[in-house]
């Protein structure tokens, strides 16, 4: 099954889901998508040496909607507390409109706050929407949402749990929202893998509390977001518009959502790349495939979850083997044992390749992250494994821009040196246990 839906990755073109409403404010939307097809032409340097260029050349005919865009600012994020004092500035100084898109909102310190300033924000008459996923918030009471609708912001509950919410013959359960967006008055956007959670309200320390796999989960989580300022925004825009539309069945009026023209924040080049679980092509997975393959001199991949096609087991390793650097950082711990040692199921293949393993110790390493080349880039929310490929709507952005590669590789250094190296005969001789754990994980797979 996943081979066969992940054959069409690689495809030339990359078909848009169709939306019902699409004739809707159609007009703005394609003024946004078209103000972008003017920037790409800006956005081609010729500093660039020619395997990007191959590589962004392949980018562009896979995400046809979504040009790549000069003019931006982008600022790294890491973990909860920065990221979350950026998006609650934002939103503090909204004038226009607060567009919120996220997997979990928890009723909790970090979500009664986040969600005291959005209603604040909707009775000063700023328009807020939000779009959160019902397995995302599972467990949060009815009243929390209720308080939020109550001041004027307006909800959409993705896919919900319960059937009679929606028409039974549409029900998907497995396939969930796991965006993790925020835009504000369509000119600075958020996109990484933080939610809005306790999880992640503090610093990653050494803390530990009692977890689920035998080990240890802690608050803090390791995580990185962005905040993207320019032209870009008009396209993580068109990803929520896109998905309201879709899934809800009141309009959403988008007047004010572009404004035109957006000014040059900065010199990155950036480009948003959604994916939806009803396409049968993926364009956040086949766009870092061909960055791999088009990859000379180094790859950094930090991922959370693990479980890779043998598309990219092929792309990673035949990347090593002529000559180039990839290290992939992994957690050393999970909030499910079973995705935890269904990654390290693959550990054997990617050491033998050439590939460089670690795991990060401390807290849960959540991140999802790459950088080739001192050039390339991406942040956000999808991971490499199945659920993300095929079940999931995922948003990342993709950065091209020297400074901005370099303080992705300073990161990627820092969780380095809090790693654990693996080495291929030590990996060979792990015990009998941990290999079962791994064949059971295997079987559940699809699933996790």
Same mark, same amino acid.
């Given at each position: 099954?996943?081979?066969?839906?992940?054959?069409?990755?690689?495809?030339?073109?990359?078909?848009?889901?169709?939306?019902?409403?699409?004739?809707?404010?159609?007009?703005?939307?394609?003024?946004?998508?078209? @103000?972008?097809?003017? %920037?790409?032409?800006?956005?081609? +340097?010729?500093?660039?040496?020619?395997?990007?260029?191959?590589?962004?050349?392949?980018?562009?005919?896979?995400?046809?909607?979504?040009?790549?865009?000069?003019?931006?600012?982008?600022?790294?994020?890491?973990?909860?507390?920065?990221?979350?004092?950026?998006?609650?500035?934002?939103?503090?100084?909204?004038?226009? #409109? %607060?567009?919120?898109?996220?997997?979990?909102?928890?009723?909790? *310190?970090? !979500?009664?706050?986040?969600?005291?300033?959005?209603?604040?924000?909707?009775?000063?008459?700023?328009?807020?929407?939000?779009?959160?996923? +019902?397995?995302?918030?599972?467990?949060?009471?009815?009243?929390?949402?209720?308080?939020?609708?109550?001041?004027?912001?307006?909800?959409?509950?993705?896919?919900?749990?319960?059937?009679?919410?929606?028409?039974? @013959?549409?029900?998907?359960?497995?396939? /969930?929202? #796991?965006?993790? =967006?925020?835009? %504000?008055?369509?000119?600075?956007?958020?996109?990484?893998?933080?939610?809005?959670?306790?999880?992640?309200? +503090?610093?990653? $320390?050494?803390?530990?509390?009692?977890?689920?796999?035998?080990? *240890?989960?802690?608050?803090?989580?390791?995580?990185?977001?962005?905040?993207?300022?320019?032209?870009?925004?008009?396209?993580?825009?068109?990803?929520?518009?896109?998905?309201?539309?879709? #899934? $809800?069945?009141?309009?959403?009026?988008?007047?004010?959502?572009?404004?035109?023209?957006?000014?040059?924040?900065?010199?990155?080049?950036?480009?948003?790349?959604?994916?939806?679980?009803?396409?049968?092509?993926?364009?956040?997975?086949?766009?870092?495939?061909?960055?791999?393959?088009?990859?000379?001199?180094? %790859?950094?991949?930090?991922?959370?979850?693990?479980?890779?096609?043998?598309?990219?087991?092929?792309?990673?390793?035949?990347?090593? /083997?002529?000559?180039?650097?990839?290290?992939?950082?992994?957690?050393?711990?999970?909030?499910?044992?079973?995705?935890?040692?269904?990654?390290?199921?693959?550990?054997?293949?990617?050491?033998?390749? !050439?590939?460089?393993?670690?795991?990060?110790?401390?807290?849960? =390493?959540?991140?999802?992250?790459?950088?080739?080349?001192?050039?390339?880039?991406?942040?956000?929310?999808?991971?490499?494994?199945?659920? $993300?490929?095929?079940?999931?709507?995922?948003?990342?952005?993709?950065?091209?821009?020297?400074?901005?590669?370099?303080? =992705?590789?300073? =990161?990627?250094?820092?969780?380095?040196?809090?790693?654990?190296?693996?080495?291929? @005969? /030590?990996? /060979?001789?792990?015990?009998?246990?941990?290999?079962?754990?791994?064949?059971? $994980?295997?079987?559940?797979?699809?699933?996790?």
């Amino acid at each position: 099954m996943l081979e066969r839906r992940l054959a069409h990755l690689h495809a030339d073109d990359l078909e848009s889901a169709s939306s019902p409403g699409a004739a809707v404010h159609a007009a703005d939307l394609r003024q946004s998508v078209f @103000r972008g097809l003017d %920037v790409m032409s800006a956005a081609r +340097s010729d500093d660039d040496p020619p395997s990007l260029r191959e590589h962004l050349d392949c980018e562009a005919r896979l995400n046809p909607r979504q040009p790549l865009m000069d003019g931006n600012r982008v600022t790294l994020l890491q973990n909860g507390p920065a990221t979350y004092a950026a998006m609650l500035d934002a939103i503090e100084r909204a004038r226009s #409109h %607060v567009n919120l898109e996220t997997y979990i909102f928890d009723d909790g *310190v970090v !979500g009664r706050h986040f969600s005291s300033v959005l209603q604040s924000v909707a009775r000063a008459g700023v328009r807020v929407t939000l779009i959160y996923d +019902s397995i995302g918030t599972l467990g949060v009471p009815g009243s929390f949402f209720d308080a939020l609708r109550s001041a004027g912001v307006r909800l959409l509950e993705f896919h919900p749990i319960n059937p009679a919410a929606k028409n039974p @013959r549409l029900w998907r359960i497995n396939n /969930r929202d #796991h965006r993790k =967006m925020l835009i %504000v008055d369509g000119r600075i956007a958020f996109v990484g893998g933080i939610n809005i959670s306790d999880t992640y309200s +503090s610093v990653p $320390s050494a803390r530990h509390a009692p977890g689920s796999n035998g080990d *240890v989960i802690d608050a803090g989580w390791r995580d990185t977001h962005l905040r993207i300022e320019g032209p870009a925004a008009a396209q993580f825009q068109d990803l929520f518009v896109e998905t309201w539309r879709r #899934h $809800s069945d009141e309009p959403l009026d988008p007047s004010g959502f572009f404004p035109d023209p957006i000014p040059s924040s900065g010199h990155a080049r950036v480009r948003a790349i959604g994916s939806v679980y009803d396409d049968q092509k993926n364009p956040i997975f086949a766009t870092l495939i061909s960055a791999i393959d088009h990859a000379q001199s180094h %790859v950094n991949l930090t991922v959370a979850y693990f479980a890779p096609d043998r598309r990219l087991l092929r792309s990673l390793t035949r990347a090593a /083997r002529r000559g180039v650097k990839v290290r992939m950082v992994l957690p050393c711990k999970a909030d499910s044992w079973a995705i935890f040692h269904l990654g390290r199921s693959y550990y054997g293949r990617l050491l033998r390749g !050439g590939v460089q393993v670690y795991e990060r110790q401390g807290p849960v =390493m959540h991140s999802k992250t790459a950088s080739v080349d001192g050039l390339w880039s991406t942040v956000g929310s999808a991971n490499l494994d199945w659920r $993300s490929m095929l079940h999931n709507n995922e948003a990342n952005a993709v950065i091209v821009d020297r400074a901005f590669a370099r303080q =992705m590789n300073r =990161m990627f250094e820092d969780d380095i040196a809090v790693s654990v190296a693996f080495e291929r @005969r /030590r990996w /060979r001789r792990r015990s009998w246990w941990l290999r079962a754990q791994e064949f059971v $994980s295997r079987l559940m797979a699809y699933f996790l």
